[in-house]
Structure formats: C-alpha cells, structure tokens
C-alpha cells in the first residue's frame, strides 16, 4: 500500500488539495489528511497528482530510426526486445497506457501480456495486431496484413481479434513512411473498413482508420471507424461529419515535426522529408477547423516513427496546446478522452476506485502544458515505477 500524502490532486475534474491511497492496483482512498496504512509514503507537498498519460497510437515494434525501410528483414525476436526497452522508457516519462496500433504477428498481444504478468516494466498495453492494409497499401512492410475485398478485410480483422486484440487499425490512405505511396491517395475502399468496423462492433473493439487524405478520411467516418488517426487533409466537410458522429481525431503532431525538424541531414530518407514538408502544413490547418467544428481529440504520438521515440508524450501534450488547445483540453485528450476512445473505463481520473495511474509533476497540468515534462514520480497499474522527489 502507497499513499502520497499533501499534494493538490489534479485532473479533468478539476484541482483540489488531497492525499490519495493505493492499494491492489486501485486508488482506495482519497481526499485531506487521509493518514492511511500505508507501508510507503511520499511526501508530494506542493506537488500536483495527475492521471497517468494514455497515448492512444504508438508502435512498440519501432524504434525512431531516421530510416524506418532498414527495419525489413529484423527478426520478430528483436523487435521484441526492442520494443521491451520502448515500454519502460514510455512509463517512466508518464504514460501508463499505449495504444499499439500495428507491429508484426502477435509483438503487442504478447507485450500486454508480459506487462500485466510483471515480466516487464511498462505502461498497460491495449493491442491492435497487425494493422489491415490493401496489397501494397501503408505499412505493408512492417507487420501488415495485407487484404482486398470485404471477405478479406474481415477475415484479417477477425484474425487479430482471435489473437487477442484489443483494437483495429486499419488503412484508408497513403501514408508518409511508404515509398511510392501518395499520402492523401484513399487505399482500403469504404466498403472494406465498414467490413473491419462491423466485426469490431460485434467483437466490442474500437476501429482506428489511419487517414492524411481528405477522400480517406470521409470514407473512414462514413464506414464508421471510432478514430482517424493524423487527419492531415481534413476539410470543413470532414471535420462536420466526425463532429456530428462522435468520431475522436488522434492528431500524432510530433510525428510530422520531428521528422520537419530534423530533415535529410538527420538522414531520413529525402521522399519522407517531402512528403512531410507538403503535409505540416495542412495538419496545422485541421487543428482549426476540428477545434472549430468540435471534433472530439485524443493524445496519440505515433512513438516509433522517426526521431519520435517513446518518450515524448509529454511534447505531444505542449504541441496540442501551441495547435490550440487549452491545457486543460489537452489533459482531457490525454486521459479521459483517451480513455473513452480505448474503450477502458475506470482509467483516465484520479478517483476513488479507479487503476492507480499517477504521475507526480512539479507545476500544474491545467495551467502549463510543459507540467507534463519529466514527472517526478510514475504510479503505473498500482506499481511505483520511478520516484525522484529529490
Ligand atoms: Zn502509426
């Protein structure tokens, strides 16, 4: 049993002063002076307890090499291993959850597995599996699962789902990390998601549709998908129908600037560099119109993809905000709407009863989106993983 005792608990909720008890992996009591019996105390006066981040579109399989086509050939094995070096650096900078969404065979179905086993240290891990792509289409050369037709599309969907996932993720458009691929070009037909989204409606898995292209994007909403993911072509229209459908847009900002950032020089491959430098503009440019039409937003960062590692949530929620989010929008993108999205309840508040996903920070989330940096403390699924209260 831990508590942290004296800091100001901070959530979509709202902020108030109190002491928060944790026990068998649950937050058990909360509120001032608790004086519980617990074996660990960490005094976090002048600190703020916030929910754990729930990034809601990651690759463990990946790991930010400039150049993500010389991972073809690696074995499943070391990805694995790489991808158990990626969980642990994901909790310790204060993500308790990770969306996978697409690596090879069963890597993130087995990652969730070892976390929750205490195998390995990490954030819990909602899998999708492989993600589903037509012959050829995005990501086919990292794990995909290639398909055409609806017969295929929903065979492949129910093979992950037999396998243990726990989302679909699936290809509307191009994508930036395929050579030849055009980005906004619409690749799985509407007929092919609406044949993912209904097994994931009968299994109760949540679909994310990857989408940059305005045509793929309104295809995916129109099939039913719970998410886009990137959204970068969106138009007034697009950003209307995910409004009026509830539909969640999972913005993954640091993928584009990191790769703008950094540039050939960095050693990306120059057509990847191209197709950013068309795109980063546009996403910025969705920001508007969905803030504008209010489309729902969750915190994803599509960790993995070049020089975007597993520790950067915390940039992805300061990003959010210099889009246009309030910082208390960004929080709520970050845990509660996340949450909803995945699909997990009992996560993403810190409440009596909820999983005990804590991070300990030195100022206040809902006033300063840079809060998220560094955490001085993690409390993932109960387990304190880091503490340096210094
Ligand atoms: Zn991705």
Known sequence: MLELSGGTVVDADGRRAADVAVAD?????????????????LDVTDRYVAPGLVDAHVHLALDARADVTTLRGDEETMLAYRGAAHLREAVRAGVTTVRDLGGPATLAVDAREAVAEGVLEG??????????????????????????????????ARTQVKRGAEALKCMATGGILTEGAETGAPELF??????????????????????????????AVRAGVDSVEHGTFMDAEAAEMMAERGTYWVPTTRALVAIAAVGVEGGIPEWV??????????????????????????MGTDAGTPFNDHAGAAEEMELLVERGLSPAGALEAATVGAADLLGLDGVGLVRDGYRADLVVLDSDPLADATAWRDPVAVVAGGDLVSADLG
Do not use: W
């Open 25 to 41: 992996g649950e937050v058990t009591a909360i509120g001032p002076d608790l004086e519980s019996e617990a074996d660990r105390r």
């Open 123 to 156: 954030p819990r891990v909602v899998p999708a599996g492989q993600n589903i792509t037509m012959t050829g289409g995005h990501a086919h050369y990292v794990g995909g699962c290639e398909v055409d037709g609806v017969a295929e599309a929903r065979k492949a």
């Open 190 to 219: 509407e007929d092919e998601i609406r044949a993912i989204v209904e097994v994931g409606e009968a299994a109760g898995v949540p679909v994310a549709a990857h989408a940059h292209g305005t045509g793929g994007i309104k295809n």
């Open 273 to 298: 560099v191209a197709k950013t430098d068309d795109a980063v503009d546009d996403h910025r440019a969705s920001f508007d119109l969905a803030l504008e039409a209010g489309v729902p937003v969750a």
